[in-house]
């Protein structure tokens, strides 16, 4: 029993420290970005990485997931006599919920984990210490340009997956369940709202902080050698996928 | 103008420094010799202020680094230079975006200095058309090499060596330590270089001092050390396997 508690008093204190490490983080990303010097051309080549490369990843998912979800609403929603309301479903579902989760966590695989990769063979290899010891600070040098780059880079990877995913849906829909073609765009729109588009980017900037930052903190602080790196990538992915599903209920709740 | 006063220093419980007391005059240059794993390298991170002491001070030009705001200490951090034992070169740069990096992080030099400036300290080192190369595609010693350029490029106050002539032949050795006088006489460098050759601590040193059991147990100039009749020097400079050396642990 005592065994028990204290294996849960312990995993308790970890996850605390950890949140202090990463607000920690947070904080001073936030301050050293305003410090100069600005190392825009560093800005780019990140935003490049992780926006321009995760294209394909993006368009797969969304793309997919829109056709499956028409799909499945189709059938569904045929057994109540209510196939119209499809494309709302899909469009209000893409929006405001799927692809930015998706796109949260499929860029999470794909550019949190390299971030944790790099970043913790730096700190083995005491590049870390030798980027201090050149007067240049890791936090600026390194967490600055790729949380700004997952912050401005995942809406505009929301905005190109919530058009794959609605057109994914459109596409079974018309070619597939031959439905009206008019009528099913027209339902798309009809009953949007701006706010469905917003919520969607919001959450989308804020996942790309999250799954950024989470790859940069979890590579800083590793330790011990090619094991330690491995160790340190596999917790990136998934302490910044739950964060970005746990934060995810909590920013529906709170933009509407 | 380098002063580690009473430094205390453990990881993980393993005492590593303990009570360890040095000072490095301007323009002096301090080599530290010990056996292996008796705290040398963290000694030296310690002076640059990459590991902070658990007690003690260490105090660079009347200013205590320990205390310091990391904002500060990264300020400060312009006046030094330091060669690391593994090289730590950037692997995602090529060689002479590493020996270049600090040139454009903290100088307004133009692209047409910066090459030459990189010229001449691959040049100091012996090394040529690697400039392109990954450090991944060089030698243990060329890395070594490489990180020792980086640490000269700006022409620091306080340049800090730790063990830049290891896996080297004894000529490029030889190269490195004429290297090492030549700024300490001419530029008027400070330098703290770890080193496990005798000839090169005896060639390049104002003062040798030994770190044994998280202490400095022995320092003086080359001649001083050299006829230093403690047992654990003599053991050490003599290179044999028994004695007061090798019978703690
Ligand atoms: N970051 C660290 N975390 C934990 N232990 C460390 C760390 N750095 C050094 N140590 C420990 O401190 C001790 C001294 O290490 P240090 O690297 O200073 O040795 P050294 O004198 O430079 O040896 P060598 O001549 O082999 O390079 C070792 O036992 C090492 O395990
Ligand atoms: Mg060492």
Request: proline share 3%; aromatic share 8%; net charge neutral.
């Amino acid at each position: 029993m005592t065994a028990i508690l204290d294996r849960i008093g312990r995993a308790f204190l970890r996850t605390l420290e950890q949140t202090g490490l990463w607000f920690d983080a947070l904080w001073r990303t936030l301050t050293w970005l305003f410090r100069p010097p600005f190392d825009v051309t560093e800005w780019l080549r990140q935003m490049v990485r992780l926006g321009v490369d995760s294209i394909p990843v993006v368009f797969l998912t969304t793309m997919f997931t829109g056709m499956v979800l028409a799909l499945q609403t189709f059938q569904g929603f045929q057994r109540v006599h209510a196939e119209q309301f499809v494309a709302s479903v899909v469009s209000l579902a893409m929006l405001r919920e799927l692809s930015p989760v998706l796109v949260g966590l499929m860029v999470t695989g794909r550019v949190g984990s390299s971030m944790a990769a790099e970043i913790g063979t730096m700190r083995v290899t005491e590049q870390i210490d030798a980027l201090k010891a050149l007067a240049t600070e890791p936090v600026q040098y390194l967490f600055v340009p790729r949380v700004l780059a997952g912050f401005i880079m995942l809406p505009f990877l929301v905005v190109l997956g919530d058009a794959l995913g609605i057109y994914g849906g459109y596409l079974v829909a018309v070619k597939l369940m031959h439905t009206n073609p008019v009528i099913y765009r027209q339902n798309t729109y009809q009953f949007l709202d701006m706010n469905d588009v917003w919520s969607g980017l919001i959450k989308a900037a804020i996942f790309g902080l999250i799954l950024t930052l989470t790859g940069c903190v979890r590579g800083y602080y590793t330790s011990g050698g090619a094991e330690g790196v491995g160790r340190a990538t596999t917790y990136a992915v998934v302490s910044a996928s739950l964060i970005i599903l746990l934060s995810d209920f909590f920013l529906t709740k709170l933009l509407f | 103008m380098i002063s580690l006063q009473h430094v205390w220093k453990s990881f993980d419980g393993r005492q590593v420094l303990r009570d360890m007391s040095i000072d490095v005059e301007r323009g002096e240059s301090v080599v530290i010799v010990g056996g292996s794993g008796t705290g040398k390298s963290v000694t030296l991170k310690h002076i640059i202020g990459l590991l902070r002491p658990d007690k003690g001070r260490v105090v660079i030009d009347g200013v205590d680094i320990g205390s310091m705001k990391e904002v500060q200490l990264n300020q400060f951090r312009r006046r030094f230079g330091m060669a690391f034992q593994e090289g730590a070169l950037f692997d995602s740069m090529s060689v002479f975006e590493n020996i270049a990096f600090p040139l454009r992080r903290h100088t307004k030099m133009s692209e047409a200095e910066i090459r030459a400036r990189v010229e001449e300290c691959l040049e100091e080192v012996h090394l040529h058309g690697v400039e392109k190369k990954r450090p991944s595609e060089l030698s243990g010693g060329m890395r070594r090499r490489v990180g020792f350029a980086r640490a000269i490029s700006l022409k620091p106050e306080i340049l800090l060596f730790d063990e830049p002539t290891t896996g080297l032949d004894p000529v490029i050795s030889d190269v490195i330590a004429e290297l090492i006088t030549e700024m300490d006489q001419k530029l008027g460098t400070t330098t703290v270089t770890i080193t496990h050759d005798m000839k090169v601590a005896f060639k390049i040193a104002d003062r040798v001092a030994m770190l044994f059991n998280g202490q400095i147990v022995e320092q003086g100039s080359p001649e001083e050390f050299q006829r230093s009749t403690n047992p654990i020097v003599r053991q050490f400079i003599e290179g044999r396997a028994d004695g007061p050396l090798t019978d703690v642990d």
